[in-house]
Nanobody, 126 residues
Framework: QVQLVESGGGLVQTGGSLRLSCAVSGGTFSNYIMGWFRQTTGQERDFVASVSWSGSVTYYSDSVKGRFTISRDNTQNTVLLQMNSLKPEDTANYYC???????????????????WGQGTQVTVAS
């Protein structure tokens, strides 16, 4: 059984920073593409960022490029999302997700992911 637990969400001011963390247990973490997605009430779940098995390849949505950084530590089974220069439109529930699929086509589509966490709320005050 694979479990993902997000943490680090909270309330921040516009322009501030926040770091989200995802702890993964079970499965083989080093063979999962890991991704962060976000969802606002009444909206679809949107891709934010993802990282390959080794951490060498990353993908970002256009809206967060240059502001967010995804990384992973395969020795601790964790994936991080460093969020800088936060904007009110970044407000959402953020989800950590994992997939056993592999390939460049996998990263940005929520339908390709097999496991997900409970989410952590990020609120950016304007």
């Amino acid at each position: 059984q694979v479990q993902l637990v997000e943490s680090g969400g909270g309330l921040v001011q516009t322009g501030g920073s926040l770091r989200l963390s995802c702890a993964v247990s079970g499965g083989t973490f080093s063979n999962y593409i890991m991704g962060w997605f976000r969802q606002t009430t009444g909206q679809e779940r949107d891709f934010v960022a993802s990282v390959s098995w080794s951490g060498s390849v990353t993908y970002y949505s256009d809206s967060v490029k240059g502001r967010f950084t995804i990384s992973r530590d395969n020795t601790q089974n964790t994936v991080l999302l460093q969020m800088n220069s936060l904007k009110p439109e970044d407000t959402a529930n953020y989800y950590c997700e994992a997939t056993e699929k592999n390939g460049p086509f996998v990263h940005t589509s929520a339908g390709n992911y097999d496991y997900w966490g409970q989410g952590t709320q990020v609120t950016v005050a304007s």
